[in-house]
């Protein structure tokens, strides 16, 4: 059975353990690149299994997630109460052709998208950090909320490539 929306907030929560999710979004690209170092093109490229993401997919998917998240961030700091549009990650896995997309460039995307991103976060008021949008598919969430989730979020695909390129071993 499919996890709830609640269920997922609480999922990426629990992966941050606690930890200040700023310093998480900050030091990501830098874990994430270490991890990739060694990481060829066909590795990149490999399926685990049919129905599941390679190491580039998941790292251009971390890429564009990180736009998304950006306009989000953007959104809610600049509107409070705007509506935020969930959107379907595999549905974009297929039509933005993540197969074909180079994973080091994907990753150079989310780097730079990740340290604007967090310029901008480092400079938001106390009150600013309270701001919400409405999620299409989750409710209310404020930038404390967005952010958490999306430290969570670079933890579980940072576990999931750890997965796939150690069964590869």
Excluded: C
Aim: proline fraction near 5%; glycine fraction near 6%.
């Amino acid at each position: 059975m499919p996890e709830t929306p609640e269920q997922y907030r609480q999922r990426m929560f629990a992966l941050i353990d606690g930890k200040n999710p700023l310093k998480l979004l900050a030091a990501a690209p830098a874990r994430l690149a270490k991890l990739l170092k060694d990481v060829s093109a066909a590795q990149a490229r490999k399926r685990p299994a049919p129905e599941k993401w390679s190491v580039g997919e998941i790292v251009t998917h971390l890429a564009d997630t990180e736009v998304a998240v950006g306009y989000r961030i953007r959104a809610i700091a600049g509107q409070p109460g705007t509506p935020i549009i969930g959107f379907d990650q595999d549905a974009w896995v297929t039509a933005l052709h993540y197969d074909q997309r180079e994973m080091k460039k994907s990753l150079a995307q989310y780097r730079a998208v990740r340290e604007a991103n967090v310029a901008v976060l480092k400079r938001l008021t106390p009150e600013q950090w309270k701001s919400y949008g409405n999620h299409s598919e989750r409710g209310q969430e404020t930038l404390e909320t967005v952010v958490k989730m999306l430290a969570g979020h670079d933890l579980n695909h940072s576990k999931q490539i750890e997965r796939i390129l150690s069964a590869k071993k």
